[in-house]
């Protein structure tokens, strides 16, 4: 029927636009060049700072197009689906043919065949039919394989090959893409990334996700023991203000008790029930205290105080101490804090006292001296949390990717073909013939070599 | 420190390698051009031994670790890469005017690096990781292999406009056949592609062991997609009729630039994660 005809040949045309090479490399060439955008644009910012920046009209225009966050509007999401039904489509109309290459080989040499290689040589050798078919099967399976042997009344056919593999790897490349696809979507679905600010001493059970209205509740508590910070010394063993370690010690609390305890650091992270906790930021709780001891030259230690910046502190029977001034590094001898000693009816005093040097207060000969123990700060870890399910799958997917591609890229799909006859003269013709899937220039070196050796084959 | 004077002594090597092979296709006298490959050969040497001596000063200031951590020593890195991967084509296609146009790639990186700061400094905790090393190798070896074939393709480009004005003379006369260089842009690229997905692959997997995340669409990010997929095209074109020779060449040059942009470009005009400790 006319009609049915018609839808055929439509859907023809629709299937031949999904498998084209063409609509592959446009695709490639539009995801690149759309992807610039949103390097240039900086993504997912507050409207207020685009307005600061582009006209209101860009702005419009911009946000009309999503891209303030292109990478996941509906456009650029289709263009993905578009890329993945292309290389989809293209898998699935060539896959069954080249699987039936390879399950087939064509094992004759035929005049067809022939015809359509580049790369055919003949000569002609003295002596008995099957003792040269012997000879030249030996000699490539030295070269490319065993070869199978196909008789033809009087004619005989040699095909070996090598490489099949190499056929598929494009296919697992392709095919390692929506692998990867796939973990995404799933990552996406059913996992989420959150984030933790939690002081030290705190614990958190709930956890904020980017994007997502409600919190996730965990079946565990996360406690931040205590956060570090450390720096690395100069030369001289000083700190400098290079930051060398954010650490994070965190326990995981489950049911009342600690089932896990661990110290993380950038680029090491916590893994609990599948739920990853990475050291992320940091934050000051509070204001720092300075700890000062208070000591009695005669009878030892008296007391610590733990002096707000500022703030005034009573000292019974003494008078006032004031912690005024901090510095990291007070003439080159590490830190040190100033210190305002006020007694009933004298003017006030300033002292540094510097951490290093304990005892350095006490040749003031005072009824009290003092000794600065370093500053305390409490501070709160922030981590990244995350949960994703389908990140295995990315993995798998991507290995798939680096082997996919070695193999269609280094290895090639030898063949070789060989036909002994009889000929008019008496003689054995022998016609060679070759093909490389691959790396044609390099097989073209090795096709001459093997002419020069097969031709020098004696009896 | 030892290691940036033998740095700034494989600057000039290059820069006496480029001027050898320019001048060995001018004036055709393949001598001075094999003068230029010992010259590129003791440049291997003496950046190789930098490398080894600057990882030693970084373990001997006590912040040991691997050199390629800021915007010198990559660029250093980047340059190491490219002399190495062109001797390895000189040596595999026996010809030398190749080293013209891209031995003065190594030096124009080399004297890049050389106005920008060449100290050691410590690693900042997010770069601590031994991901550094697999990401950072991986991506280079692809730039490296992206350079020798955008600079092939030039060839490629000049070689081509002289044959269809049928005239065989002069320097670029010398050039291998276009065939030739139409192969070798090719080539460059199936040993740079897996070795740039390879240093995609390792990048999400350090990101996702930092962060949580193996994707984030951040700059340094998205440029490296753009250039996998230049190059995807690339290889997709290559199989399609007509699109061998010139057009093969151009995309080969557009795909080198999005490398560029994304190794430097991304760095100095946009901001994101890899901002080479601020340097």
């Excluded at chain 1, 409600?214 to 450390?230: I, Y």
């Excluded at chain 1, 700190?239 to 370690?245: D, S």
């Excluded at chain 2, 230049?230 to 080969?252: E, K, N, Q």
Aim: glycine share 8%.
């Amino acid at each position: 029927m006319a009609d049915d005809k018609r839808t055929q040949s439509l859907m023809d045309k629709v299937w031949n636009f999904f498998t084209s090479l063409k609509l592959a490399i446009t695709v490639l060439i539009i995801l690149a060049v759309s992807s610039i955008f949103g390097t240039i644009i900086e993504q997912n910012q507050p409207m207020e700072k685009y307005q600061q920046v582009y006209t209101d009209a860009s702005v419009r225009i911009m946000d009309a197009l999503n891209l303030f966050d292109m990478y996941h509007s509906w456009w650029f999401l289709l263009l993905l689906v578009l890329f993945t039904v292309n290389l989809s489509c293209c898998t699935i109309d060539r896959l069954p043919r080249v699987v039936k290459i390879v399950r087939n080989p064509k094992t004759t040499l035929d005049e067809g065949l022939e015809k359509s290689l580049g790369l055919v040589d003949r000569w002609k050798k003295k002596g008995a039919l099957d003792a040269w078919v012997e000879k030249y099967a030996e000699a490539m399976g030295k070269e490319i394989g065993k070869p199978r042997v196909t008789r033809n009344s009087d004619i005989v056919h040699l095909y070996a090959e090598s490489g099949v593999v190499s056929r598929f790897g494009v296919y697992v490349t392709h095919l390692s893409i929506v692998i990867i696809f796939i973990g995404a979507i799933v990552g996406n679905v059913f996992g989420y990334k959150g984030y933790a600010n939690i002081p030290e001493g705190g614990s958190v059970r709930q956890i904020p996700t980017r994007g997502g209205t409600r919190p996730v509740d965990l079946d565990f508590e996360v406690r931040c023991n205590k956060f570090s910070l450390t720096f690395y010394n100069d030369k001289f063993g000083n700190p400098t203000q290079q930051p060398k370690e954010y650490a994070s010690d965190l326990s995981i609390i489950e049911n009342g008790r600690e089932v896990l305890r661990k110290k993380i650091v950038v680029n090491d992270p916590l893994q609990y029930k599948g739920i990853w906790f990475y050291q992320s930021s940091y934050g000051p709780t509070g204001a720092a205290t300075a700890q000062v001891a208070v000591v009695d030259p005669a009878g030892g230690p008296v007391t610590g105080l733990a002096l707000a910046a500022g703030q005034k502190t009573a000292l019974p029977g003494y008078g006032t101490i004031t912690g005024v001034d901090y510095q990291p590094n007070f003439q080159g001898s590490g830190p040190a804090l100033l210190v305002v000693l006020e007694k009933p009816g004298q003017p006030p005093a300033q002292v540094w006292l510097p951490q290093g040097k304990p005892d350095v207060d006490r040749k003031r000969n005072d009824r009290y001296f003092f000794s600065f123990g370093g500053l305390t700060q409490g501070f709160f870890t922030g981590l990244q949390v995350a949960k994703d399910p389908g990140v295995n799958v990315v993995w798998v997917g991507c290995t798939l990717m680096v082997i996919g591609i070695i193999i269609a890229f280094f290895m090639s799909h030898q063949r070789l073909w060989i036909r002994l006859a009889p000929s008019a003269d008496g003689r054995v013709e022998i016609v060679l013939a070759g093909a490389a899937s691959r790396n044609r220039l390099a097989f073209e070196k090795k096709f001459e070599k093997i002419q020069d050796d097969f031709k020098a084959v004696s009896a | 420190m030892l290691n940036v004077r033998l740095f700034d002594l494989t600057t000039l090597l290059f820069g006496a390698a480029s001027v050898c092979y320019v001048a060995a296709l001018y004036g055709k006298k393949d001598t001075i051009a094999r003068v230029g490959t010992w010259i590129c050969i003791i440049a291997a040497v003496t950046s190789t031994a930098a490398i080894g001596v600057r990882w030693a000063e970084s373990y001997k200031m006590g912040i040991g670790r691997i050199p390629v951590t800021n915007l010198y020593e990559s660029l250093v890195f980047f340059a190491w890469s490219v002399n190495l991967f062109y001797l390895f084509v000189e040596w595999k296609y026996r010809n030398r005017t190749f080293g013209a146009f891209v031995m003065p790639i190594a030096f124009i990186t080399m004297v890049f690096a050389f106005t920008n700061e060449s100290s050691i400094q410590p690693l900042v905790p997010a770069l601590q990781s031994y991901w550094l090393h697999a990401h950072v190798i991986t991506c280079f070896i692809g730039y490296a292999a992206f350079a020798v074939s955008a600079g092939v393709a030039v060839m490629y480009l000049l070689k081509a406009k002289r044959e269809e004005a049928k005239s065989d003379g002069g320097v670029i006369g010398l050039f291998p056949p276009t065939k030739a260089l139409d192969d070798l842009v090719y080539r460059s690229i199936i040993w740079g592609f897996p070795f740039l997905t390879a240093g995609i692959i390792t990048g999400a997997a350090w990101a996702n062991y930092a962060w949580g995340t193996y994707w984030s669409w951040d700059p340094k990010e998205t440029w490296s997609l753009i250039v996998w997929l230049v190059y995807a095209a690339f290889l997709h074109a290559r199989i399609t009729r007509g699109w061998h020779g010139r057009r093969a060449a151009i995309l080969s040059i557009v795909g080198f630039l999005a490398t560029i942009m994304c190794y430097l470009g991304v760095n100095l005009v946009l901001s994101g994660l890899h901002s080479y400790g601020g340097s």
